[in-house]
């Protein structure tokens, strides 16, 4: 039988690759089956190419204050499809080293749809492999429009993710519909290329599953630098036109038009899980469409596991990431540490950064939890001042009691970078006090964070 | 090098231990594999052997002292090594180390030279800082808690599982209470004190712990039925008299053979219940209740349904003898996946078990006695018993049970059905 495997696993985004290497470390014969580039929304039209551009659009913003630094670059100008092509440069080398890591590994990669048989089997086109031990279902979500209200993706005047990343040159204007880190990241790209950007969001504020005082201070620095910010905001009506498009937008009881070259949906995506044979293998969904998984990630059906975002919520690579080693794990017979779901970091890549993880201020409050907060504002910060990025904050939530970090919140240019030690810290239990007991080197932006821990203990020292 | 005798766990649900008789005094020296004494358990009475060859120092406990487990009993030195000054005796200090006291206290050990010492001490318990925290706030033991972190580090989830079930854990500050009397069935005394206070024996401890997890947690139900055991006595009787003097086959290894042969028929009451899953068993293994001094206890009759009735019989007989002398080892009295208590010597007409969790059942099994039964129309006198089964409703519902109840009753009143 030429085509049989250990695992078999339908997707090659971050989920999926990841589970095949570690699969294949693990010394099983891993196929994995993907219909396009390696690497998934992620490395081809998500996490990677967006932060290519991001950082287009911060240089930007740089060498337009870079005079205050003493240089002077002179009339600043921005070109688009040049950054659009690096970015699409940045995906394929991504896309190509996962390629390799397959290689490396040795992972049968199969071009095409894989769609589920019963029994642990695939097929892709007319071929059929058998798993004789597990099949991981990894497809992934796409971007999804609202047909509901008019605003069905078209490609040219109202367009998603996938789109964006293409274009050949910034539109003049622009709607993003929804921040959360995908609008606020195109919101913060765009305006950087010179489009006018009008960002609306339907909950009253914008990236709304973050701390209050995170939406607050980008809200702010959104609003100072001339992108405008619709928040509890609800699209009522759509006028699709050639060129244009008109939205009837309601916020806090008063109506306004909203006019765009083009309307960027960022509004939620959607699974993929049609036409993979998921019924016909007895694999059901649970009521918000996600594959339905027991603690194990293990489907309805015996030997068929689903991973990354069709397994659900938070739609993370790096969530992706570890469910993929851990799904791996288990069907090698090891015994993988299980997941802690509320330690996942969630970051938001525009500028100034949001990064968090935990519960926020809102949640402690609505669960009663007795907690303090401790804050540092990054402009008492000596580094951040050398540097000019004085925006935002570290905010840690801890227990009163027992000082364990229920929640951390960073806004600030290296606030992805910064969570990471507060995830290192909730993984392993350390509460505040052990936090502020590592010595943080001076002058870093990471003493914020020894900073806002001691501010929770009532003895910050730089405030 | 030292190295330090600790209290140790000498059976799996031991939590302190109480020092019988130390087998070497202060200076011996002492081999690894040599009895330094007597620990008395919550089962039983074990040896505490030495773990390293050396000369034993610096004896901390007492005969007739009871100490938590993992508590430094003693050293072992090498012959000439003294020992470090300036060593606790006691955990205080290692168990919980909070951060704030790491900062107070900063090690006076030059940068490069761990001092001997140090060494001595054994490995701190693995726990986070918060669960260390959590547990010197409590009052808990990290010793005593198994952790469930990356490499055994005991971790927040351990602590709350704990304090979900107190019984499972004791405060490091245990009273060291002194021997206790052995508590014999004294006649009460209408001169002297109005009462007596008789401090809980080990065993004593175990049982009220062990059975406020029971009644309490476990959510029972009771099963009834009466058995004729006319065919059953006859059964005996016969192989009794063929058997002559190589043996004697009493009622009560019918019944513990009957319900192992039941219970293959009936896995749903062969089973642990344990929290997220039922672990229903593919061996039968009975728990036999023995009244002992101060106590029950319940040792295993393994594969109970394999074995002939004669070696049921003589196993019954020698457990319950190493019972009632307290030379039980942990493997003979752990793993039953169902129980049999009798109290028919006793003449009891019916009653009702505790269930020995993590075991999904057990038989109450009362006395044999002559009644009135009506047999076709017609009174008979017939022996008669009265078996009360009590299931967790968690794993056994009310058909279940009755059920394998059915099977038992059918097996005790045609004993040749034991043999299909």
């Not at chain 2, 200090?93 to 030279?113: E, F, I, L, N, W």
Request: net charge neutral; with cysteine; charged share 25%.
């Amino acid at each position: 039988m030429p085509n049989q495997f250990d695992v078999i696993i339908l997707g090659g985004g971050p989920a999926g690759y990841v589970a095949a290497i570690r699969a294949a470390q693990l010394g099983l014969a891993t196929a994995l089956v993907e219909k396009e580039k390696l690497g998934g929304v992620c490395v081809n039209i998500g996490c990677i190419p967006t932060k290519a551009l991001l950082h287009s659009a911060y240089i930007a913003r740089l060498l337009r204050e870079a005079k205050e630094f003493g240089i002077e670059a002179g009339a600043v100008k921005t070109d688009y499809g040049v950054a659009m092509q690096r970015s699409r440069r940045v995906s394929d080398q991504n896309s190509k080293g996962v390629e390799f890591l397959m290689k490396k590994n040795k992972v049968t990669v199969v071009k095409g749809t894989g769609v589920l048989q019963p029994g642990k089997k695939v097929k892709v086109g007319s071929d059929s492999y058998e798993a004789r031990k597990a099949v991981i279902v990894a497809t992934g979500s796409r971007v999804k429009g609202l047909p509901q209200i008019g605003l069905e993706i078209n490609k040219t005047t109202v367009i998603s993710s996938d789109e964006a990343l293409f274009l050949e040159q910034a539109p003049a204007s622009m709607a993003v519909v929804g921040a959360g880190a995908v609008g606020m990241e195109f919101a913060d790209i765009f305006h950087a290329f010179g489009t006018k950007v009008t960002l609306i969001e339907v909950l009253p504020r914008i990236l709304p599953l973050e701390d209050a005082e995170a939406s607050d201070a980008l809200t702010k620095s959104y609003k100072k630098r001339g992108i405008e910010v619709l928040a509890g905001a609800k699209v009522t009506k759509a006028n699709v036109g050639k060129d244009r498009v008109a939205l009837d937008v309601e916020a806090n009881g008063a109506k306004q038009k909203v006019e765009a070259a083009v309307v960027l949906m960022a509004a939620g995506r959607a699974v993929n899980t049609e036409n993979i044979g998921l019924k016909e293998a007895g694999v059901q969904l649970n009521d918000r469409g996600f594959i339905k998984v027991d603690q194990n990630l293990q489907t309805t059906t015996p030997g068929v596991y689903a991973i990354g975002d069709v397994a659900g919520p938070p739609m993370l690579a790096h969530k992706g990431f570890r469910e993929g080693v851990v799904v791996a794990e288990q069907v090698a017979g090891r015994r993988p540490h299980p997941i802690k779901y509320d330690n996942v970091p969630s970051v938001t890549y525009c500028h100034p950064e949001v990064a968090s993880i935990g519960l926020t201020e809102d949640q402690c409050k609505e669960r009663k939890l007795d907690y303090v907060v401790g804050r540092f504002p990054f402009s008492a910060n000596g580094r951040a001042r050398g540097t000019g990025e004085t925006e935002g904050f570290v905010k840690i939530i801890r227990d009163k009691k027992y000082g364990e970090i229920l929640g951390a919140h960073i806004v600030g240019s290296p606030a992805s970078e910064l969570i990471h030690e507060l995830a290192v810290a909730r993984e392993n239990e350390y509460t505040v006090e052990e936090v502020e007991l590592a010595i943080h080197a001076h002058p870093t932006m990471s003493e914020a964070v020894a900073e806002a821990a001691l501010d929770s203990l009532g003895r910050a020292i730089h405030m | 090098m030292a190295t330090t005798v600790f209290m140790e766990a000498l059976s799996p649900t031991m939590e302190e231990g109480r020092l019988v008789k130390w087998h070497k005094r202060e200076g011996d020296a002492v081999q690894v594999g040599e009895t330094l004494a007597e620990v008395e358990t919550d089962k039983a009475i074990m040896d505490l052997q030495a773990r390293a060859d050396g000369i034993l120092r610096q004896v901390a406990v007492a005969e007739g002292q009871t100490v938590p487990v993992g508590k430094e009993i003693a050293v072992i030195v090498a012959p000439g090594e003294t020992v470090g000054a300036g060593r606790g005796t006691g955990d205080e200090g290692r168990v919980a180390p909070s951060p704030a006291a790491t900062v107070a206290a900063p090690s006076p050990a030059p940068r490069h030279s761990p001092p001997a010492a140090a060494a001595a001490d054994a490995a701190p318990v693995k726990a986070s800082p918060l669960a260390r925290r959590m547990a010197k706030e409590s009052g808990v033991d990290l010793k005593l808690l198994t952790g469930s972190g990356p490499g055994g580090r005991v971790v927040r989830r351990d602590l709350e599982t704990a304090a979900a079930r107190p019984a499972a854990t004791v405060s490091a500050s245990a009273p060291v209470a002194p021997v206790p009397p052995p508590p014999s069935p004294v006649p009460v005394s209408r001169t002297g004190a109005p009462y007596e206070d008789v401090p809980l024996t080990q065993i004593r401890k175990t049982i009220a712990k062990r059975l406020a997890t029971s009644l309490g947690p476990v959510p029972h139900f009771f099963l009834t039925t009466e058995v004729d055991m006319e065919r059953a006595a006859e059964a005996r009787d016969a192989l009794n008299r063929q058997l002559g003097d190589r043996g004697k086959v009493s009622f009560n290894d019918i019944i513990l053979k009957a319900t192992a042969l039941a219970l293959t028929k009936h896995r749903a009451c062969n089973a642990w219940f344990q929290e997220d899953h039922i672990r229903y068993w593919n061996e039968v293994h009975i728990g036999m209740a023995v009244a002992v001094e101060d106590g029950l206890i319940t040792p295993v009759i393994r594969n109970a349904d394999v074995k002939p009735l004669l070696e049921i019989g003589r196993e019954a007989g020698d457990l319950a003898d190493k019972a009632r002398s307290r030379r039980l080892q942990p493997h003979e009295y752990t793993g039953s996946t169902f129980s049999v208590s009798n109290l028919g010597m006793f003449d009891i007409d019916q009653f009702t078990a505790v269930i020995n969790p993590p075991e999904a059942g057990i038989i109450a099994v009362g006395s044999i006695v002559q009644k009135p039964v009506v047999v076709d129309a017609t009174v008979l006198p017939r022996r008669r018993m009265r078996i009360t089964m009590s299931c967790d409703h968690r794993v056994i519902d009310g058909a279940t049970g009755a059920g394998f109840l059915k099977t038992l009753k059918e097996m005790l009143e045609n004993p040749l059905a034991m043999l299909l």
